[in-house]
T-cell receptor
Framework: AQKITQTQPGMFVQEKEAVTLDCTYD???????LFWYKQPSSGEMIFLIY??????QNATEGRYSLNFQKARKSANLVISASQLGDSAMYFC????????????FGQGTELSVKP | DAGVIQSPRHEVTEMGQEVTLRCKPI?????LFWYRQTMMRGLELLIY????????DSGMPEDRFSAKMPNASFSTLKIQPSEPRDSAVYFC???????????FGPGTRLTVL
């Protein structure tokens, strides 16, 4: 069965430091996509970064990068130079191209940035 | 460009009442998704549409839930009759194509007393 696992319910990081949020996935598909979304306390879901299963290079978007290790089926999010505004829930999600492109979400990691 | 629009943002109702949630997807997007978020179950896909046609409604909890998409710019999710266990945040999301990113609306926080 397809599944996304985020093993860190909560994380703390000092402001200006880097932090890695873990995500592992399980799928038998060869073609899939991996996403990270941020959900601040206000509740909206904000798209951060995307990695395709055939992309050879790790995706980057500003301070966000995705550490994609296909053999290990992991897609960790790295946030560099953490800011207080990064405090939020972070969700990893997988899109399965062979099943209409539905997204399956992990349970989320709550990140707290300390001043 | 306007993002996904949902209304109402908050809804408080009593058990047994009908609830209708509304969504306007991003213009030009061909797929629309309804999700429910609760503490216990996380984010769950309820139903999604491609080109206004329901493709997968396997996540709809029961017959009390129904969703329609009469045109490319409007969708509704209806709960009739509502129950306290339906209390959750309901998100609508849209995307342009199968391999594109889903963009979420701000959500509707539903409380059923």
């Amino acid at each position: 069965a397809q599944k996304i696992t985020q093993t860190q319910p909560g994380m703390f990081v000092q402001e200006k430091e880097a932090v890695t949020l873990d995500c592992t996935y399980d799928t038998s598909d060869q073609s899939y996509g991996l996403f990270w979304y941020k959900q601040p306390s206000s509740g909206e879901m904000i798209f951060l970064i995307y990695q395709g299963s055939y992309d050879e290079q790790n995706a980057t978007e500003g301070r966000y990068s995705l550490n994609f290790q296909k053999a290990r089926k992991s897609a960790n999010l790295v946030i560099s130079a953490s800011q207080l505004g990064d405090s939020a829930m972070y969700f990893c999600a997988m899109r399965e191209s062979l099943r209409g492109g539905k997204l399956i979400f992990g349970q989320g990691t709550e990140l707290s940035v300390k001043p | 460009d306007a993002g996904v629009i949902q209304s109402p943002r908050h809804e408080v109702t009593e058990m047994g009442q009908e609830v209708t949630l509304r969504c306007k997807p991003i213009s030009g997007h061909n797929s629309l998704f309804w999700y429910r978020q609760t503490m216990m179950r996380g984010l769950e896909l309820l139903i999604y549409f491609n080109n206004n046609v329901p493709i997968d409604d396997s996540g709809m909890p029961e017959d009390r839930f129904s969703a329609k998409m009469p045109n490319a710019s409007f969708s509704t999710l209806k709960i009739q009759p509502s129950e306290p266990r339906d209390s959750a945040v309901y998100f609508c999301a849209s995307r342009r194509g199968v391999t594109d990113t889903q963009y979420f609306g701000p959500g509707t926080r539903l409380t059923v007393l």
